[in-house]
């Protein structure tokens, strides 16, 4: 059964563009925290900076808390109601973070804002099995999380010259307005699955309404997904991906007031180099989720970047700021190298697990991750603060990222022969 026969080419262009903005939207509203607190919202608040660093990981405690309800409800439910309504409420919510001056509703506005967007990226996730087949998913779960480092590029630039042309207040009420907006397009564009889709030629919808379903008879057992918790690699991932989060969030929350301390340079000057390994990141995770696509060996693609990243971060701590190239050409190549394996990693679950556990599995380790996001934001704003040396944190990030490698290589994703050529032909 060729490519094409499912209709490959109409549901790559149609659904990976929204896909993508629409994560794209929901990570500007983690991300440009760093630039409003490298801007001056401590002083405009009057807080100190333990209590900006509170404010700034926050986020991530509320996005721990609805990432299983979330995807089972997608699963279960409906993907596209769920994010369309969170798409809304994000928007407000984010837009508020630049209205409120009181400190206390503004913890409060951060933690609900990452309550409503804990239920977006395992919803994404578990959109994109009822939609794209194993040797497809890697590189679809790449494009979703895309959004991540491109627009961290374009935002480190655009919240730079916003802040410098207005303030950081409007910073936070314009970039909140497009995710309400885009909330209407996801809701006439998208269908929870393939036999939905009016735009999708019928043979395309039974072909790979078949593919997908053989998918899951491989499987010899229909888990449900509170045994799948409790499974050796599950635990195993989802430690990993907290000590991985705790180096990639360390790094997008604070990497603006770490360059524009070391740097001396201005907020517009910060956002050009600090997009610079977002760049790096867009190559490599590209690269990535092909090969593993192509070779169906999603682990490979993982381990090895994670100990390099650590290893780039633990150089630029010991170089120090005082030699501001060489460390920040380090911590280039440790963000471009923390984010490479994305979309391979996401593409594990679904490997091992069936459909009635993989989604609320994705869930449990991205919640993790979201726990490893407020240790990573809190700790490294924290240690940033106390000791008034700006790379104090890369040490916490660098031990983080080198652990989390060697979690993964402890994953076991055995795969029979016979079903990964069987597989791999059907959709070549």
């Keep these: 059964m060729s490519m094409t026969s499912t209709g490959s080419r109409q549901r790559w262009a149609r659904l990976i563009p929204v896909i993508f903005v629409v994560y794209s939207l929901a990570f500007i509203d983690r991300a440009n925290f760093g630039f409003g607190a490298a801007a001056g919202l ?24 609805f990432q299983v309800p979330g995807a ?55 959109f994109n099995t009822h939609w794209f087949l194993k040797p497809e998913r890697a590189r679809a779960n790449t494009f979703l999380i895309l959004g991540n480092p491109i627009t961290v590029l374009w935002m480190s630039i655009v919240s730079g010259f916003l802040i410098q042309a207005l303030n ?76 991985w989060s705790v180096g990639v969030y360390g790094f997008v929350i604070w990497l603006p007031s770490i360059v524009k301390a070391a740097s001396g340079a201005g907020l517009g000057e910060t956002g050009l180099i600090s997009a610079i390994p977002y760049l790096i990141a867009i190559i490599l995770m590209v690269g990535a989720s092909y090969l593993a696509d192509h070779q169906l060996n999603r682990k490979v693609y993982v381990w090895p970047f994670l100990l390099l990243g650590g290893a780039a971060l633990y150089g630029s701590f010991s170089i120090g700021v005082s030699h501001f190239l060489p460390a920040m050409i380090l911590l280039a190549l440790a963000g471009g190298l923390m984010y490479a394996p994305y979309g391979p990693f996401f593409a594990i679950i679904p490997d091992i697990l069936p459909r009635s556990a993989s989604g609320e599995s994705m869930a449990l380790i991205n919640s993790m991750g979201a726990l490893g996001s407020f240790v990573g934001a809190y700790v490294v704003g924290y240690l940033n603060g106390a000791t008034g040396r700006p790379n104090d944190g890369f040490l916490v990030m660098s031990l983080s990222l080198i652990i989390s490698g060697i979690l993964t290589i402890m994953v076991q994703t055995k795969r029979t022969a016979a079903s990964v050529s069987r597989t791999a032909s059907d959709v070549s």
């Design 168 to 243: 950081w207040q409007w910073m936070f009420i314009l970039e909140g307005i497009p995710s309400i907006i885009m909330a209407f397009i996801w809701r006439a564009v998208i269908d929870d699955y393939p036999e939905q889709a009016r735009w999708l030629p019928k043979e395309a919808k039974s072909n790979l309404k078949q593919l997908l379903g053989d998918e899951q008879h491989a499987f010899p057992t229909q888990l449900n997904y509170w045994n799948a918790f409790k499974s050796r690699n599950v635990v195993l991932l989802s430690g990993q991906y907290f000590l």
């Design 72 to 126: 089972h409800y997608a699963e279960k439910r409906s993907a596209k109601r769920i994010v369309f309504w969170g798409m809304i409420l994000w928007g407000i919510l984010a837009s508020l973070t630049g209205l409120l001056t009181n400190v206390s509703l503004l913890m409060v506005d951060r933690l609900l804002l990452g309550v409503v967007e804990s239920v977006l990226f395992p919803s994404l996730l578990v």
């Design 42 to 65: 401590s002083s405009t608040l009057h807080i100190t900076a333990g209590a900006t660093a509170l404010l700034g990981s926050l986020f991530f405690l509320g996005y721990f808390l």
